[in-house]
């Protein structure tokens, strides 16, 4: 077969085909087939996005009646594609929870917007493999420029750089890693992070080799911050014990409360003791684009390492997490590894390849989407859609300190309100033990469950079991909030009047 270059591309331009028997490709379908294919998917996803405000925030079965429609032996023979995607329709996407829907307030929700999915849709079907500039140059650029758009939001140096990842576990292993292997690897190394802090950090430093004693999990304050005293006096025992002090985790968002560490003390302690600082901004990050967000997360560009979620308060469709380092060279140091295999990648030398800065080979090509979402609408809408959770939970803390069924169990701090069903809390003769009020409150989350449109999660605040909504989801309006705040006062006063136990 001969073959032309032009434009440094290979062009074919001819040959004897192969004189045996063709066979069929089993594995294509007509382009006229997979246009309406492709309308009925988007068609079902617009429809399902607009009734979504009238649906409830959760559905699902359990495994057994589930098995009954799905487990079965993989055919040998297909069947029409529009019927799979009916029975993919009716029988699997129905059954979880719907993370976007304007009252599911549980754990962290994600609420993608349109331009998002359809990027995922398109890089799908370029396929594209992001893991050095040869195999995707357009899309490489692309996350170049988005980190560097995350970068000026954080408010980092010029040199700064990082990459996207799944999410925030992989983005702190990547932190971790290179944080290790900045302190020299050291055969006694500890870790310390609040006792609020997600435990992908815990996953993390095992992962990295750091034994279980010697990861330390710090008290805090009354309203669930880092205490500073008790990191310093921490670290110091750990020093005087021959321990080698590597990483101080604050946190930028904690998942339980929204709470912000003292992300200048933290800085100003590490900078001291020559010991690296991550910051945990996976929920919270995002929240610097906003004026007060900025304000409330001051401190946090002082950082070593950052990790922050674009599928969370940036409303991107998972998975869209993102490492940024203040020297970026600390992780190509770790992760840039000689192949054989790739060694025809020299083509891009001297351009960024991603896949020298984490722990991935293979990547999806995740910046797309924020670029697509960015363009789209413009910063001042994400500006305001952030803001717009930040105010909402103002308000229902408002709501909540008003109410004389409801007790707050912490200021709102960034998006997340903690709360509990307790009259007593307005100076009420009747006292309720916490036993007795942390079972009415389960009883408060389950019947919100099964009896109210809204999803929401708790967690236990010192040993205290409190309600907790998280309130980031664009489309989500104040009438969203108050109504669930209602329902949750109407069936603790039902509990009540009935004497529940």
């Given amino acids: 077969m001969g073959n032309n270059m032009n434009g440094g591309r290979l062009e074919r331009t001819g040959g004897n085909q192969d004189s045996g028997k063709q066979k069929s490709v089993a594995l294509q379908m007509s382009p006229e087939d997979m246009l309406d294919l492709a309308k009925k998917a988007a068609e079902i996803l617009v429809k399902r996005m607009e009734n979504l405000p009238e649906d409830l925030a959760w559905d699902g079965d359990f495994q057994q009646p589930l098995e ?33 829907h ?37 899309p490489s650029e692309v996350e170049l420029v988005v980190i560097d758009w995350i970068r000026r939001w954080i408010g980092y140096p010029d040199d700064a750089g990082g990459l996207l990842t799944s999410g925030g576990s992989a983005a702190i292993l990547d932190a971790f890693v290179a944080a290790r292997e900045a302190a020299g690897n050291p055969e006694r190394g500890t870790v310390y992070m609040s006792n609020q802090s997600h435990k992908a950090q815990v996953r993390a430093a095992r992962i990295i080799g750091i034994r279980a004693e010697y990861i330390r999990l710090i008290p805090t304050d009354q309203h669930f911050r880092l205490d ?12 005087a014990a021959g321990l080698e002090p590597i ?55 002082r950082a ?23 020297d970026v060279g600390k992780l190509e140091h770790v992760f840039q590894v000689h192949q054989d295999v ?29 670029w697509m979402s960015v363009q789209t609408f413009g910063m001042a809408a994400f500006r305001d859609a952030v803001s717009n959770g930040m105010e909402l939970a103002a308000r229902a803390e408002a709501y909540i300190d008003q109410s004389s069924v409801l007790e707050s169990l912490n200021p709102a701090s960034l998006g997340i309100v903690c709360f509990r069903v307790n009259p007593a ?51 989500t309006t104040w009438v969203d909030v108050r109504e669930t705040l209602e329902a949750i006062e109407r069936f603790g006063t039902e509990a009540l009047e009935e004497g529940w136990e």
Wanted: hydrophobic residues 40%.
């Fill in 304 to 326: 070593d390492s950052i990790n922050l979620d674009a599928h969370k308060w940036f409303f991107q469709p998972y998975e869209a997490g993102c490492l940024l380092l203040k």
């Fill in 425 to 475: 809390n307005e100076g009420s003769d009747s006292s309720l033990d916490e036993d007795y009020l942390a079972k009415l409150n389960q009883q408060m989350l389950a019947r919100v469950f099964w009896e109210d449109r809204a999803l929401m999660s708790s967690t236990t605040l010192s040993e205290t079991f409190s309600l907790r909504l998280c309130i980031i989801n664009h489309n």
């Fill in 102 to 138: 304007p009252r599911s307030f549980a754990f962290i929700p994600s609420s993608p917007t349109w331009p998002g999915i359809l990027a995922d849709f398109m890089a799908a079907g370029y396929n594209f493999n992001t893991c050095n500039w040869l195999c995707a140059s357009g």
């Fill in 68 to 100: 009954v429609k799905l487990k079965e032996e993989p055919p040998e023979e297909g069947r029409p594609a529009d019927e799979v995607i009916d029975q993919a329709t009716r029988d699997i996407l129905p059954n979880a929870a719907r993370l976007d």
């Fill in 228 to 239: 500073m005293d008790a990191l310093v006096r921490a670290v110091a025992e750990d020093r």
């Fill in 342 to 370: 790739l060694q025809d990648t020299i083509w891009g030398a001297n351009h960024p390849s991603f896949s020298d800065r984490g722990l991935q080979l293979s990547r999806s090509a995740r910046a797309l989407k924020i």
């Fill in 247 to 301: 990483i101080i985790c604050a946190n930028a968002g904690a998942p339980s409360t929204g709470a912000i560490d003292p992300l200048e003390a933290v800085a100003d302690f590490c900078q001291a003791e020559g010991l690296w600082m991550h910051a945990d901004a996976a929920y919270g990050g995002f929240a610097v684009v906003s004026e007060k967000g900025k304000a409330l997360l001051r401190g946090i560009e």
